[in-house]
Structure formats: C-alpha cells, structure tokens
C-alpha cells in the first residue's frame, strides 16, 4: 500500500481529499496546524496525523519520511481577521518553500508531488481585467491579481525550480473557485451579481466594464433583493457563465495528478465539466426550493470559464459536477442532510 501526505489535510480540498484516497485504498498522512479547529473533519478516517507549522523544515522532514507521494492543498485563500498581510504571505510563499525544499530533499524516492494552484494566477473571468480568450487554458499567460494571486503564482514558480534543480516530479493543479456542498448557493444571487458590477464601474481596464453600469446597479438595486436568484444577460441575450469548481472533482484531479505518468511536469485546470449559464441555475433552484427569481438584462456580460479539455485528455479527468449533482448536494447539505462530501 502506498502512503501519500496530504498538507492542510483538513481544508475544504485536503478532506475531500483524504476522503478520495482512502476509498481508492491508500494509507494517508495527513498535516494539521497545532489547535486546529476542524480537526474533528479526521475522526472518521484511518489517518496517521502530523501536527506543525508548515513552515517549520523539521516538521515537514519529519512529515514526508516514507512516503511515497504528497500533494500539497495548504494555503490560505484570504487574509484572516486578526491577520496581518506579511503572516499571510509568509504562511502561503515560506510554507510552500518548506514543504518543497523537504521534497526535493527526497526526489529520488517520491513519485509525485502535486502542487494545488489555483486559477488565480490567470486573469481568470474577466472582471479584474481583460484575459487574452476564453476559455482559459493552461497556455494562457499569468497575470496574478491581488496578494492571494501573487502568493499562488509565486509558489508554482518555486515548485518548478525544485523540479528542474533537484528532478522533483512535480504536478500542477489549478481548481476554479472552489466549493464544498452549500457554499456554491450564494454564487448565483442579485448581490453576488452586484458585486462583481460594482468593482468594474471605476476600472475601464476589466472585461466588463461599461459607461452605463451605473444605471444597470441603481436599477437591480431598486427592483430586486440581494438574496433573490439572479437569470441575467448582456444586451445580446447571452447569459452570464461561471465555472467554479467542486472539491469532489478537485479530490479527483489529484488523484488522476498522482496515478498518471503523463503528469508529471504539467499543470492542468480542474473546473466543473461546462460553464453553468446563471439562468439555468436561477431555474432549477426556484424549482426546488421557491426562490424568486429576478430576470435582468446589463449592458456587459461575465465570463469565468476554466478549459478542462487538457485535463480530460491527458490524465483521464472525468469531473462529476454537474448542474443536478451540484446544487441537489447544495440543498442536502444546507438543509443537514448526509452527503458525500465533506463541507468547508
């Protein structure tokens, strides 16, 4: 039995993904921080636990002796309140740099370590600024936004140096925005619509920027209600398309990351299977559960589509997420039902 170590075993990615490993029959060692409040989330696993800093080089030594692959999903996604941003960064980019350097120490003897990402070294969608095309693949050049972007796109520079310093077989994966069970509901709102709406009025540089958003906010915020489901359109009737991406299937990208030798030395984006349009989501909720729906039409149109098809073709990537099994397990979990997945 191979034994693979898991970083930030008990996030939103990492639990789902020991989850994944354990039923395709590997041993797991799985890395928690000291305290950690959902440690709970492995107490129905036969996992072996190291507890430490990630960014301590005894700890993650200590933590890869004889293991036989690692996929690395610790980071954090945004600054914590209480948090300064040097910690921040200091956790993303040291963190990566510790686990790293104790894996390349070992290249010799690892199969495989996968690098989680993150589409967010992309100008990924378009409403920071403009991509190139989309969908966006895995040739579409990085131009990381924000400090979160930077720490992603920073430490998938320090991955490959490792690989071509020390021959570390390295995988990139770069999930979508990623969700856990109910989390994806609020995605698909007036608000979350508004949102994206207003941080393009002042920014002529974004892909939806346009000199009559303002009205188009004054009008949704007249007439809707941020909680009320969100079918909108551009001026030429073509929906708004998101595609985020499941843990389940991000679980599963790692998976095929580890077992297929076409991996190594690549990246490949994990998304849900095809953009959902927001009015076939506004649809099917209000069908389920009642929710108003408001109808819209704004003078641009969003676009955040993740190209799977290199993933597909390579590593046998075979994503599940679609539009039933995504919002039907979203419903189950908001409403305390059992699921197969493992909640944020």
């Known amino acids: 039995m191979q034994t693979i170590a898991v970083t930030g075993a008990t996030g939103r990615l ?3 993904l020991v989850s994944a490993l354990l039923d395709r029959g590997y041993a797991v060692r799985g890395m928690v921080i000291p ?10 696993f036969d996992v072996e636990i190291v507890v430490g800093d990630i960014r301590d080089a005894s ?13 690395h999903t ?18 993303n980019v040291k963190g990566t740099l510790a686990i790293a350097e104790a894996a390349a120490e070992r290249a010799d003897s690892l199969q495989r370590f996968v690098h989680v990402s993150s589409d967010a070294v992309y100008p990924m969608g378009n409403h920071d600024s403009r991509p190139d095309y989309a969908p966006i693949d895995e040739d579409h050049p990085k131009r990381p936004a924000g400090l979160y972007a930077l720490t992603k796109a920073l430490n998938e520079q320090t991955v490959e140096s490792y690989r071509a310093s020390h021959g570390l077989q390295t995988t990139m ?4 925005g990623m969700f856990a069970g109910a989390e994806v509901l609020g995605r698909w709102t007036v608000g979350f619509a508004l ?4 941080g393009a009025v002042g920014n002529p540089n974004c892909g939806i920027h346009h000199p009559d958003l303002a009205q188009a906010i004054a009008t949704m915020e007249a007439d809707a209600s941020p909680d009320d489901l969100c079918a909108i359109r551009d001026g030429e009737g073509r929906p708004w398309l998101y595609s985020p991406a499941d843990a389940r299937d991000v679980a599963h990208a790692c998976v095929c990351a580890l077992e297929r030798p076409e991996a190594v030395g690549e990246a490949f984006n994990a998304a849900i299977p095809q953009p959902f349009a927001f009015d076939d989501v506004a649809e099917y909720l209000s069908q389920r559960t009642g929710a108003p729906v408001y109808e819209c039409v704004v003078p641009t149109r969003w676009v955040y589509w ?11 990537y075979a994503p599940q997420g679609t539009l039933e099994r995504v919002f039907d397990t979203a419903l189950a979990h908001k409403a305390g039902e059992a699921t197969d997945v493992i909640p944020a």
């Open 195 to 198: 949102g994206l709406l207003r």
């Open 306 to 316: 993740s190209d799977i098809r290199k993933a597909r073709a390579l590593i046998g």
């Open 59 to 71: 700890v993650c030594s200590r933590f890869l002796d004889g293991v036989d692959a690692v996929v």
């Open 173 to 176: 994966v770069r999930p979508a």
């Open 35 to 44: 305290d950690d409040p959902k440690r709970g989330k492995m107490d129905p």
């Open 14 to 16: 990492g639990a789902n």
């Open 74 to 91: 610790a980071n954090l996604v945004g600054v914590p309140s209480g948090m300064d941003r040097d910690t921040f960064f200091d956790i």
